[in-house]
């Protein structure tokens, strides 16, 4: 034995010395004077922490796992990859993570791969499987602390795809301060049907045309069939290419990848940018490693700004607001809901793309990707160039040699000549409906005062019918409640009725205000993320059909036009609604511990 308390520890228990994996005698690699091994020596043992013959059990055990002579000397690097068979935006993941895993072990390191659960949002839409979706959020942030943590790994790589899982693999990261960086499994590309592009967006939307009379049932199959031509995420702006560019502005994935596509386009084979990404991203680990940069290192309130002025400047996603929010949380960053407000008013909306422009982020990609929309905005002054990202490099230095975007192209605008100027795209609105808060998303719009009737439905489906059956009609407003963080739980998206006010031909007259959520995918007038939701008891739980609310954009209100004794009597007639699920149910404690949307939805 190496140390008398190794002897005393074999003799205790009982040890046989000619049973030990090692002989006494061999020889070890000398681990460098900055040990790599920031936490795995806890598993594998060490001469350096005394606890060398301590593990020869757990050694025994990664021995038959395939370990090899000097690999108990070599970090371990946990590879999270969320993987689904039949989910087209993961489905390629365990090809990916095999490609990190690779590199990860030619780079001299261990790779312990595991696959956390997602959930698509797409697939789940409308049914009770979307109240899984938000919170698989928080649910794989834990499976990967509880996988990285319970092997002591010393880094760690994270992939993301489907809408939830590109801050969900990042959470842990900024909760714990990893040594790490995540990257995007790549998009989708575009469909397509009698010449115009198609989005998983334009399936939903052609219910509501079907609905109306305006789409025949042929046409609305055709769509169905194309809208999504093979693997990858949803291919508009919608909130996985949301995050993904905001979390390589942010500064926690490598330039260039949040945009690549996922596969090839004839064979659906995983693209060979997205393999080599795979393989440039363990090289940046492997500095992050060396230089001990850590995840709170890259991710502050300036890195944060940067990202939310990248996703106004793009036509991003309302969950942009609900899952940065969060990660700021994680991070212990002081971001605050109405920080969104601040910055849209100096942002202008450049990207013309869909679900409110006419290219996807394939084409985006084509002409340069993320890098050259960041260039043109740290050139007009809109992004803080000395961020440091996980290059090991600032935001500046990573854009030094990238050019502007060419002028003979029309996916993205000139700063100087946007789609439209600064403030009309995400803002958040409060006021007596929304005390806390609420989130619109013009993508460009010019909205006018309004004064309109409420139309009141307890439930998504029960709003769906109504808009299928003629009962909305343009100058109502739709609130769908008691589908907020606790009220449904999960805070379902609202996609169904808003794609079919849509295909109904009413998106530009009648407003959707929820305690829900929004697709990235969803157009029209949408208001979701209502706080405090009608769950606790906020202004929203009060409305009745008939009720006027007024949205009032120029001064940012959304107001619910009742006389205060009125809403009193009302409030004194509320009663909380029982929960919908045990407390021994999954969605049951989910609901027991989730915050409110202008916080992030996150669990406490």
């Known amino acids: 034995p190496r140390h008398s308390s190794d002897l005393l520890y074999l003799l205790s228990n ?63 690097v946990t590879v999270a990859a969320p993987y689904m068979s039949i989910n087209m935006c993961n489905q390629k993941f365990r090809i990916l993570a095999d490609e990190v895993a690779r ?62 899982t590109n801050p969900g693999v990042l959470m842990p990261l900024l909760r714990n301060n990893y040594v790490g960086i995540t990257m995007y499994g790549g998009t989708a590309y575009s469909g397509e049907y009698k010449g115009e592009r198609l989005t998983p967006g334009s399936a939903y939307e052609v219910v509501g045309g079907v609905a109306s ?34 979390i390589e502005a942010l500064g926690m994935a490598l330039p260039g990848t949040s945009t690549r596509p996922a596969v090839d386009k004839t064979t659906n084979e995983v ?25 709170r290192d890259i991710v502050t309130l300036k890195s944060f700004e940067n990202a939310i002025t990248v996703m106004q400047a793009l036509g991003g996603s309302t969950n942009a607001c609900l899952h940065l929010m969060a990660l ?3 991070a212990e960053v002081p971001l605050k809901i109405e920080d969104f407000n601040t910055i849209a008013s100096r942002t202008p909306l450049i990207g013309n793309l869909t679900p ?58 000139p700063v100087t000549a946007p789609l439209a100027p600064a403030g009309n795209h995400v803002v958040i609105l409060k006021g007596s409906l929304a005390p806390g808060g609420a989130v619109l998303k013009l993508s460009g719009k010019q909205l006018k005062p309004l004064r309109v009737t409420a139309k009141v439905y307890d439930q998504e489906y029960a709003a769906l019918d109504g808009i299928m059956s003629g009962e909305v009609k343009a100058g109502d407003v739709v609130i769908i409640r008691n589908e907020g963080p606790k009220g449904a739980p999960g805070m379902p998206e609202m996609l169904s009725p808003g794609g079919a006010l ?34 606790v008891g906020g202004p929203i739980a009060l409305v009745k059909t008939g009720d006027t609310i007024v949205i009032d954009l120029a001064n940012l209100v959304l107001d619910l036009d009742v006389p205060a004794p009125e809403l009193e009597a009302r409030r004194k007639l509320w009663t909380p609604p029982v929960p919908k699920y045990s407390e021994r149910n999954f969605l049951g404690r989910y609901q027991k511990s989730v915050g409110d949307a202008s916080h992030g939805a996150l669990c406490s």
């Open 328 to 330: 700021a949380m994680e």
């Open 103 to 164: 590199a990860v072990e030619e780079a001299g390191n261990k790779a312990f791969v595991h696959h956390p659960p997602v959930i698509s949002d797409g697939q789940s839409m409308g049914t009770v499987g979307m109240r899984y979706s938000l919170s698989s959020r928080d649910l794989m942030a834990d499976c990967i602390e509880l996988m990285h943590e319970g092997y002591r790994a010393d880094a760690i790589v994270t992939l993301g795809g489907c809408d939830k």
């Open 213 to 246: 009379g305006t789409v025949d049932i042929e046409d609305a199959k055709q769509i169905e069939c194309r809208a999504c031509p093979g693997s990858g995420t949803c291919s508009g702006m919608f909130t996985a290419n949301t995050m993904s560019t905001c």
């Open 356 to 413: 409110a422009g006419k290219y996807n982020v394939v084409d985006l990609d084509a002409i340069g990707g993320l890098p050259v929309v960041m260039k043109a905005l740290l050139e007009a002054g809109l992004l803080h160039g000395d961020c440091l990202t996980v290059t090991g490099k600032t935001v500046a230095e990573n854009l030094k040699d990238v050019p502007l975007p060419d002028p003979g192209q029309d996916v993205i605008y």
């Open 502 to 535: 849509i295909g109904a031909g009413l998106g530009a007259d009648v407003p959707l205000i929820t305690d829900g959520r929004f697709s990235g995918a969803n157009q029209g007038i949408m208001i979701g993320h209502v706080v405090p939701e009608a769950h």
């Open 271 to 295: 693209h060979k940018d997205k393999l080599a990404d795979c393989r440039a991203t363990v090289r940046a680990l492997a500095q992050l490693m060396q230089k001990g940069i850590r995840a």
């Open 14 to 76: 009982g040890f046989c010395l000619l049973t030990m994996a090692q002989p006494p005698d061999a020889k070890k690699p000398r681990l460098s004077e900055v040990d790599p091994k920031i936490s795995s020596w806890e598993l594998t043992g060490s001469d350096k922490h005394g606890n060398w013959l301590k593990r020869t059990g757990a050694r025994a055990q990664l021995w038959a796992a395939g370990y090899k002579e000097g690999d108990f000397q070599k970090p371990i």
